[in-house]
């Protein structure tokens, strides 16, 4: 059966691949572009949105709440700094995985303050965008703001040295660029980004769960930046506009909505897989390794 | 070691677990010589190399440079203060274009702003560096090409290109004709001596290839198993007996 395209399905999924667009800018900058497998993105995503939701219930304003957000994001981030700068490339990895599910342990756990499993519902948007049509161009904007500042960075001077770090960390060094100052930076883009992306989000959803971020969040954001293999914001957006639209087919489709989200993680996989296999040794250039 | 030398390396002890790699070294070289390291495989060249920049941690010893003790900087701190660097396996960005092999290490030597590349004329500025320092080493026709396709020889002269941007004193050279035609190791010889006598740098030099490394340097200095064997003029060692026995074999 197939369903009617409306004008809320349209923002909705405007609002969705912006979201996507600007999380996946963090992604892309570490993973593809430095070679530094950052996995805590999901945590700084749903950080960014409780801290805003929780510091609102306390009746804060709009304002106070988003610094209280923005704050917390930046101790987290500056916790995965400091993990980056002490930990061996392997570690740090398994660092910022374990930290998704340390978030999720402490936001199940912490009820009183994030509602645990049951969530937080009834979340207001703020007032210039109330509506899902202001949100859905508020986001575009946001999206672009983005990409374009994605952009800035290839070209300059951090760019290519998160470009070269990914291929030979020592001869980086060696042309006394710091490695380490690069790859922080690109953490706390990273996270930033993130956690835009989460306020936005909830502005969005309205409702708050554990279930918001998460290992799902961080397989979809994976395959985005893997896709986007070139240090290139076009191939960003066009691998952003593939992993998040392409699954909508599904829903198009008389299938339970339970499955749903387990066949668009499949589908992910299978992407993946494809990516792997046959296109990228025909997207990229062949060089000589011997 | 004297006052004047560039850089100094004293007892220099280097171990990786229970093997001393570097054993009590001591070490001068004079601002604007050219010295070339030598000795079997193994017996600590590219380590020294690697103390110097700040790659290995040192068990025991002191490196100063230009007068400063240098022990506690990070490589990229040394690259800054004036320590430059080529690698045993040719030390560019494959994934970088020609170009931006260049520019990666002009940015930096030139001191220009992180936006450089938004304004006109800091780009027609690189862009003039970047065609001359290509031409000098015949590379101008690879400009846009990745790195990656570059033979091993158009490669070694890539690394040299940069090197020649380096904004320092010092250049330390792994094994610069590993994997290079002997046709291009003369423009290898060339560039090298351009470094040193054009462009002002002290050069340590690693080389295997002993008729090329003797054309190029002042001074020899032999290392056999982590320990300094003996040190002179490439006339001198060539002379040495000892050496002939230890580094060439006693010729059974």
């Known amino acids: 059966m197939i369903k009617v395209i409306s004008m809320g399905y349209f923002f909705t999924q405007l609002a969705r691949l912006c979201e996507t667009a600007i999380m996946s800018v963090g992604a892309h900058l570490t993973i593809a572009v430095s070679g530094i497998f950052f996995m805590g993105i999901p945590v700084t995503f749903s950080l960014a949105a409780y801290a805003l939701v929780i510091a609102q219930n306390f009746g804060l304003s709009l304002v106070v709440s988003l610094i209280i957000s923005f704050s917390a994001v930046l101790i987290a981030s500056l916790i995965f700094v400091i993990a980056y700068l002490k ?9 910022t995985l374990a930290s998704i599910l340390a978030f999720d342990a402490a936001v199940k756990s912490w009820d009183s303050l994030t509602g645990g499993v049951l969530g937080i519902a009834g979340i207001s948007r703020p007032e210039f965008v109330s509506t899902l049509a202001k949100l859905a161009w508020f986001q575009f904007a ?46 706390l883009i990273s996270s930033f980004a993130a956690a835009v992306s989460g306020i936005v989000s909830i502005w969005r959803l309205q409702f708050l769960d554990p279930s918001f971020g998460g290992i799902i969040l961080l397989i979809q954001i994976v395959t985005i930046a893997i896709i986007a293999a070139k240090p290139k914001v076009r191939w960003l957006a066009f691998a952003t506009l593939i992993i998040v639209l392409l699954p909508e087919a599904l829903r198009f489709l008389d299938l339970p ?14 992407i993946l897989l494809v990516m792997i296999k046959n296109i990228s040794d025909k997207l990229l250039p062949q060089k000589r390794f011997i | 070691m004297n006052k004047e030398d560039l850089i100094c390396i004293e007892n220099l002890n280097v171990k990786f ?15 604007g010589e050219v010295v070339g390291l030598i000795g079997p495989n193994g017996c600590g060249k590219t380590t020294l190399l690697n103390a110097i920049s700040g790659f290995v941690p040192i068990e025991a010893g002191t490196i100063s440079f230009d007068g400063r003790d240098i022990m506690n900087l990070a490589p990229d701190k040394r690259a800054t203060l004036g320590i430059g660097r080529s690698f045993q396996h040719a030390g560019v960005f494959k994934e970088l274009s020609v170009a931006d092999n260049i520019i990666i290490g002009a940015e930096k030597a030139e001191k220009f702003p992180w ?24 590379l101008l026709a690879h400009k846009t090409s990745l790195a990656g396709i570059l033979s091993g020889g158009q490669i070694r002269l890539l690394e040299l290109a940069r090197l020649q941007l380096f904004e320092g004193k010092l250049l330390l050279i792994d094994e610069p004709t590993a994997g290079v035609a002997p046709a291009l190791r003369q423009q290898l010889a060339k560039t090298i001596k351009k470094l040193n006598q054009e462009y002002g740098f002290t050069v340590i030099i690693v080389e295997h290839d002993l008729k090329f490394l003797f054309n190029l340097v002042d001074r020899v200095v032999v290392l056999v198993d982590g320990c300094k064997y003996i040190e002179g003029t490439p006339e001198e060692i060539q002379k040495d007996k000892r050496l002939q026995e230890i580094y060439f074999g006693n010729g059974d």
């Open chain 1, 87 to 95: 930990l061996s490339d392997d570690s740090f990895t398994v660092f």
């Open chain 1, 142 to 187: 946001l999206a672009i703001l983005a990409l374009a500042i994605e952009q800035v960075i290839l070209k300059t001077r951090l760019g290519r040295a998160l470009r070269a770090m990914k291929e030979d960390k020592y001869l980086v060094e060696s042309l006394g660029i710091s490695r380490r100052r690069a790859g922080a930076t690109v953490i």
């Open chain 1, 257 to 270: 909505s339970s499955i749903v989200g387990h066949l668009r993680n499949l589908f992910y996989a299978l």
């Open chain 2, 17 to 31: 677990g229970q093997q001393m790699v570097l054993d009590n070294v001591s070490l001068g070289i004079r601002a």
């Open chain 2, 115 to 138: 936006w450089w590349m938004f304004a006109s004329h800091y780009r027609k500025k690189m862009d003039k560096i970047v065609n001359n320092t290509l031409e000098d080493v015949n």
